[in-house]
């Protein structure tokens, strides 16, 4: 089956800094990618959706300037916590879709980010 | 546009005993549904998926789940709980119209099994 990694699984980092998530297909194209964030004990919320060559698509509510979202390759997306802060502290996880599995999606393993 | 909403967001069964976990959906054109588990500080693992294919999906694990359209449901089932299953439950749903259709969680509903 598909898989999809992520990168780091876990950080912390100091309020004010900038933190990189990153999300691989592995064997496939993904054509679709898409970032969750879950806060303990609560579901998945959608926070973008993020086609490769364009401009991602941010859930209402989702600060785009904050959470910058690349999708550069068909095997790669990138999701940025710019200016980070104990409340954007969150587990983060990415989810890919390509063509030839049109589905189902693949998700992630998730990055915990924690913000002192 | 699709939602869903799971009914109880705690449910405690028995060792051995029935699981029901209740999921009910909408959307606007049929659905893709799917049931994820996920296990203390773990990601999501796929348990079934509903692609308009048999309305009885079989998983993972034992589990399985009927999608009945005239309920806009899609339960999830195990004839018979281990310890092994207390974990949280998301069902979701996708219109999946296209390879760009986002999949919408449920709230989740914790599954807890007793000895």
């Known amino acids: 089956g598909a898989v999809v990694s992520q990168h780091p699984s876990w950080v912390i980092c100091k309020s004010g800094t900038s933190v990189k998530i990153e999300c691989r297909s592995l064997?496939?194209?993904?054509?679709?990618m898409f970032w969750y964030r879950q806060f303990p004990k609560q579901s998945l919320m959608l926070m973008a959706t993020s086609n490769e060559g364009s401009k991602a698509t941010y859930e209402q509510g989702v600060e785009k300037d904050k959470f910058l979202i690349n999708h550069a390759s068909l095997t790669l997306s990138t999701l940025t916590v710019t200016s980070a802060h104990p409340e954007d502290s969150s587990f983060y996880i990415c989810s890919a879709r390509g063509l030839q599995y049109i589905n189902t999606i693949y998700f992630g393993e998730g990055s915990w980010l924690t913000v002192v | 546009a699709q939602s869903v909403t799971q009914l109880g967001s705690h449910v405690s069964v028995s060792e051995g005993a029935l699981v029901l976990l209740r999921c009910n959906y909408s959307?606007?054109?049929?659905?893709?549904l799917f049931w994820y588990v996920q296990y203390p500080n773990q990601g999501l693992q796929l348990l079934l998926k509903?692609?308009?294919?048999?309305?009885l999906v079989k998983g993972i694990n034992g589990f399985e789940a009927e999608f009945k359209k005239s309920e806009t449901s899609f339960h999830l089932t195990k004839p018979s709980a281990h310890m092994s299953d207390a974990a949280e439950y998301f069902c979701a749903v996708s219109a999946c119209e296209t390879s760009y259709d986002k999949v919408i969680f449920g709230p989740g509903t914790s599954l807890s099994v007793i000895p």
């Open positions: 959307s606007s054109v049929p659905p893709y």
């Open positions: 509903y692609t308009s294919a048999a309305t």
């Open positions: 064997d496939f194209q993904a054509t679709t």
